[in-house]
Nanobody, 131 residues
Framework: QVHLAESGGGLVETGGSLTLSCVVS?????????LAWFRQAPGKEREGVAA???????TYRDAVKGRFTISVDNAENTLTLQMTSLRPEDTAMYYC????????????????????????WGQGTQVSVSS
């Protein structure tokens, strides 16, 4: 069955970089997909960070534009989030999410995707940015 597994979190100083990975099992990313990264800081609501789909759409929340890059390696069935110029406010648990409904790709294209659009979730990886 579909399973997502994140890795790559850790502690980094302000201005540093981290790369998160999410391995997708049970579904080939050579097929249609919508994939996203969300994050949740203590006491805060979960928020979308970036999303990508099999149509080539890529969207980012404003706070990470120019600093984060979302990408997919179809051959390795892996979703990646490259994070640079990290700030303390980026500190959060980061989750990868996947959905394979065609309608979700419409949301990704429009930048209107949200938590409820995604059916499959990883368990999260912690990113901590010290000030």
């Amino acid at each position: 069955q579909v399973h997502l597994a994140e890795s790559g979190g850790g502690l980094v100083e302000t201005g540093g970089s981290l790369t998160l990975s999410c391995v997708v099992s049970g579904y080939s990313l050579f097929s249609e997909y919508s994939l996203a990264w969300f994050r949740q800081a203590p006491g805060k609501e979960r928020e979308g960070v970036a999303a990508v789909d099999s149509d080539g759409d890529r969207t980012y929340r404003d706070a990470v534009k120019g600093r984060f890059t979302i990408s997919v390696d179809n051959a390795e069935n892996t979703l990646t989030l490259q994070m640079t110029s990290l700030r303390p406010e980026d500190t959060a648990m980061y989750y990868c999410a996947a959905d394979f409904k065609s309608f979700t790709r419409v949301h990704v294209m429009a930048g209107s995707w949200q938590e409820g659009d995604f059916h499959f979730w990883g368990q999260g990886t912690q990113v901590s940015v010290s000030s």
